[in-house]
Every structure is written in C-alpha cells, then in structure tokens.
C-alpha cells in the first residue's frame, strides 16, 4: 500500500524552537511538494522538488524556513526560530513524471501549534 | 495571478440527492484540475485529475467536467450517501509551474441521513 507519510502527526512546542516535519514520498516518485493549509488562507505551496533538487521555495519565508531532500526517500521541512503565526497543518505530497501530467498524492500532514 | 474559487463554501443535502460542486479559475492556462476530498483532521485524497485535454472523468458515483475555455470544473456527485460527508478541495497546476497546485478554499458537504 504506497502512501506519503509524515512525522510527527502533531507537535506543540513553544515560540523561538526549532521544529523538524518529516515525509517519506512514495518510492520511486521524483516530485515533492511542501504545503501550508490554515483556516484563513487555504492550502497554500512552500516549496517543492523535483529529483531531489528544490525548483521554487518562493512561498516560504526564508529567513526561518528551510526545505531539504537528504535523499529520494526523505523530505524535510525546518522551521527555526518558530513563531505562533505559523501554528498550521503542514502537507508533504509527492508525483511521479512529467510536469503536466504530475498527479499528487497527500500525506496526512503535521498539526503544528506553536504557543 | 491565478485564483480558484468554489461556491459554494458550504452545502447540506439529505441522503440520495444527486448534487454538483463548482470551481472556477482566472486563468485557462492549466495543465489539469484535480479534485480531493479531505475529512476533518485528515490528509488529502485524490479523486480525479482532469488533464486539459480532457473534458471529463468519471469514477463510481463521481464525474468531474472541465471547460477550461471558460475556466470552470463542477464535481457531480451521484446519489449522495452520508460518507460522501466532507470537504472538497479543487485545484489546478498552471502552465509555466513545475506542476504546483493552486487551491480552492473548498466546499464542506454534509449529506444527512
């Protein structure tokens, strides 16, 4: 059964820490997406990669947030320092293939509070 | 920009309706339109992708449509059952991106028995 999976479901951690979101894509595919979805503004991109090597990360503010993929099986999404403002759920999904014919397919996100 | 709106953003209908979701984009430039399903607290699921070729997709009780002329997707749902009971996200991947999706702000459907 091929699914996205994330770690950790849930964290709760205090202003100024630095929080870690893991995400395992469905091997053998070569696109991954971070998104950010809050009751306010919907789900919104972050930053995705293809073939391990990151195309756009203009959606994340920069100065506290870095996306990397160690390798094709591990995505991972750094938030340092954290501010109550990015308090979300946090959705990795990965595709396989050609930009235009590139289904995604969700994990099932990281529930982020920042206090 | 490209922007995808749904209406609407909420509906209720009893249990055996047949009923249709809308989405509307700014921008007819797409590579295709996909529609999820996301249950409170969970991930999203996949429903359909419509490539911008396509004019529609069926799966079981479901068939999406695309007029990308016009910039408009609805989701039919077929005789609807209280586990239909969600919200429903369309978004697009836009030309020129890497295959990206803009979302809707989606439309939470409650079917009640």
């Known amino acids: 059964d091929a699914r996205v999976t994330q770690t950790p479901r849930h964290k709760v951690t205090e202003m100024g820490q630095e929080v870690t979101m893991r995400c395992q894509p469905i091997?053998?595919?070569?696109?991954v997406f971070w998104y950010r979805q809050t009751m306010m503004q919907g789900l919104e991109l972050l930053a995705y990669?293809?073939?391990?090597?990151?195309?756009?990360d203009s959606g994340m503010p920069k100065d506290r947030f870095s996306a990397e993929m160690p390798d094709a099986t591990l995505a991972t999404l750094k938030i340092q320092p954290s501010e109550p403002r990015d308090s979300a759920v946090y959705f990795c999904?990965?595709?396989?293939?050609?930009?235009?014919?590139?289904?995604?397919?969700f994990g099932p996100g990281t529930r982020l509070t920042v206090l | 920009k490209q922007e995808v709106t749904q209406i609407p953003a909420a509906l209720s209908v009893p249990e055996g309706e047949n009923l249709v979701l809308n989405c509307s984009f700014t921008?007819?430039?797409?590579?295709?339109l996909q529609w999820f399903r996301q249950d409170p607290g969970k991930g999203l699921t996949s429903l359909l992708l419509?490539?911008?070729?396509?004019r529609e997709q069926t799966s079981g009780r479901l068939n999406a449509s695309l007029d990308k002329s016009s910039g408009r997707s609805t989701l039919y749902i077929a005789a609807s059952q209280p586990g239909d009971s969600a919200t429903y996200l369309c978004?697009?991947?836009?030309?020129?991106?890497?295959?990206?999706?803009?979302f809707g702000k989606g439309t939470k459907l409650s079917v009640k028995p």
């Open positions: 999904a990965s595709g396989l293939g050609q930009v235009s014919y590139n289904e995604q397919f």
């Open positions: 091997l053998g595919h070569n696109t």
């Open positions: 990669f293809r073939n391990r090597a990151p195309l756009d």
């Open positions: 921008d007819s430039a797409i590579y295709n």
């Open positions: 419509i490539q911008s070729s396509q």
């Open positions: 978004a697009v991947s836009i030309v020129g991106s890497q295959g990206n999706l803009i």
